[in-house]
C-alpha cells in the first residue's frame, strides 16, 4: 500500500471513530493512536497543547510514544517553531535544526502541524518524528494537514 492509500485510509478511521466526540483530548488520543499503528517508522507521534495558564508556552498532550519532554516555549525546537510560525515545519534531520530539543536522541525526521480551533486559534501543535532521516515529504504534509483540519473544524476553543 502506497502512503497516500495509508492516508486515506487512517483519515477515514479517525473520522469513524471521532465522529460526534467534542472532547478533544479524546480525538487527539485517538488520532495519535490510529496514527501511530498506521504507519511503522512513526516513532514518536502526539500533540503539545498551547497552554492556557502561561502564554506562548507548549505542554505535553496525548501521545504515542518514548517519554516527551513536558514544556517547549514557543520558538524552541521544531514544535516551537511550529507554533511561533503557525507553518507546518518539515525537518529532514533535527540534529542539524537550530534549537532541537532532543527529548529522544533517536528521532531524526520529523514533521510538526500547527492545529486551529474552529475561531483560528492555535490550540496545539501535531508532532511526528522518525528514526528515519527525511521521512517525512509534501506526501505527509497534505495529509496530516487534512486530517487537522477536519479535527478543528469540529473543535472551539475551551474558554
Ligand atoms: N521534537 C520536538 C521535541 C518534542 S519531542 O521530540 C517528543 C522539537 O524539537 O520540537
Same mark, same amino acid.
Given at each position: 500500500m ?6 486515506t485510509? =487512517?483519515?477515514?478511521?479517525i473520522?469513524a471513530?471521532?465522529d460526534?466526540e ?6 487527539m488520543?485517538t488520532?495519535s +493512536?490510529?496514527?501511530s #499503528?498506521?504507519?511503522?517508522d512513526?516513532?514518536?507521534t502526539?500533540?503539545y497543547?498551547? %497552554?492556557?495558564?502561561?502564554p506562548e #508556552? ?9 517519554l516527551? +519532554?513536558?514544556?517547549?516555549?514557543f520558538?524552541?525546537?521544531v +514544535? ?8 507546518t515545519?518539515?525537518v529532514d534531520?533535527?540534529h542539524n535544526f537550530?534549537?532541537h530539543?532532543? +527529548?529522544?536522541?533517536r528521532s531524526v525526521? #520529523?514533521?510538526? =502541524?500547527?492545529v486551529? @480551533?474552529?475561531g483560528?486559534m492555535l490550540?496545539?501543535?501535531l %508532532?511526528? @518524528?522518525? #528514526?528515519?532521516?527525511?521521512n517525512f515529504?509534501?506526501?505527509d504534509?497534505?495529509h496530516?494537514e487534512?486530517?487537522i483540519r477536519?479535527?478543528?473544524r469540529?473543535?472551539?476553543?475551551p474558554?
Open positions: 502506497t502512503k497516500d492509500q495509508k492516508y485510509d =487512517v483519515a477515514a478511521q473520522m471513530v471521532t460526534g467534542q472532547n478533544i483530548i479524546a480525538r488520543a488520532i +493512536c490510529l496514527l #499503528e498506521a504507519f511503522a512513526f516513532f514518536w502526539g500533540f497543547l498551547v %497552554d492556557d495558564n502561561k #508556552e507548549l505542554v505535553i498532550g496525548p501521545y504515542q510514544g518514548s516527551g +519532554c513536558l514544556r517547549i516555549p520558538g524552541r525546537g +514544535c516551537g517553531m511550529a507554533a511561533a510560525t503557525g507553518q515545519q518539515l534531520n533535527v537550530p534549537g530539543i532532543a +527529548c529522544d536522541s525526521s #520529523e514533521i510538526v =502541524v500547527p486551529f @480551533d474552529a483560528g490550540i496545539a501543535v %508532532d511526528i @518524528d522518525s #528514526e528515519k532521516p527525511a515529504d509534501k506526501t504534509k497534505i496530516l487534512k486530517i477536519l479535527f478543528a469540529c473543535t472551539s476553543h474558554d
